[in-house]
Structures are given as structure tokens and as C-alpha cells.
């Protein structure tokens, strides 16, 4: 079983930064991949941004040069940096961590994060 802990949403205004972190835990040998995603009302879960265990990284268009994804092996984390001047009031959302062991995809619990303008 894999344990994910999220922190770091929140309300920002426009322009502000925040620092998405995600922690996974328990049984997390293979990890191929960690990732962000997230929901906002009466829309579909979307993918964010995602990096690889090799640190290939994949975007959303919407977030491209605004957030960086990024993770520190050893400590088994993904963060998400949502960049000063960036953020836009349309990135409110819940996000969600995701994280793939082999075959098996986890979700954290999601932290809200709320951007007004």
C-alpha cells in the first residue's frame, strides 16, 4: 500500500506563488512516475504536470512556463511550484498528487488550492 501526503494549497490572489508538495510512503519501490492533477467545480480531473523516475517532464498547456514540477528521489516527494505573477484566477482547484508504482496508479486525499483576483 502506498500513503501520500499533500500540503501547501491555499488562497493566494493573482500574482502570488504557492508551493504544492506531495510525500509518498509504504510500499513505493518502482515508482514510475509522479504527477499533479486537479478538478475544479463541475469540471473533469486534469493532468497538471507529471515527471518521470527518469525526470522527464510533461505539462499541461494551460501551465506551461507558470508551474514547475520537480521531486527529490530520495525522499520519495513531488513538489509543484505555481510561479509569483502567474497564477490566474482559473487555476483554482482542488489538485491532486498522483503517484504510479508499476502498474498501480495512487491519488492523495487533494488540497485546495484557491486563487482570487
Known amino acids: 500500500q502506498v500513503q501520500l501526503v499533500e500540503s501547501g494549497g491555499g488562497l493566494v490572489q493573482a500574482g502570488g506563488s504557492l508551493r504544492l508538495s506531495c510525500a509518498a510512503s509504504g510500499s513505493i519501490l518502482g515508482i514510475n512516475s509522479m504527477g499533479w492533477y486537479r478538478q475544479a467545480p463541475g469540471k473533469q480531473r486534469e493532468l497538471v504536470a507529471q515527471?518521470?523516475?527518469?525526470?522527464?517532464?510533461?505539462?499541461a498547456e494551460s501551465v506551461k512556463g507558470r508551474f514547475t514540477i520537480s521531486r527529490v528521489t530520495a525522499k520519495n516527494t513531488v513538489y509543484l511550484q505555481m510561479n509569483s505573477l502567474n497564477l490566474k484566477p482559473e487555476d483554482t482547484a482542488v489538485y491532486y498528487c498522483r503517484v504510479a508504482v508499476g502498474f498501480t496508479a495512487y491519488w492523495g486525499q487533494g488540497t485546495q488550492v484557491t486563487v482570487s483576483s
Open positions: 515527471i518521470t523516475s527518469g525526470g522527464r517532464t510533461n505539462y
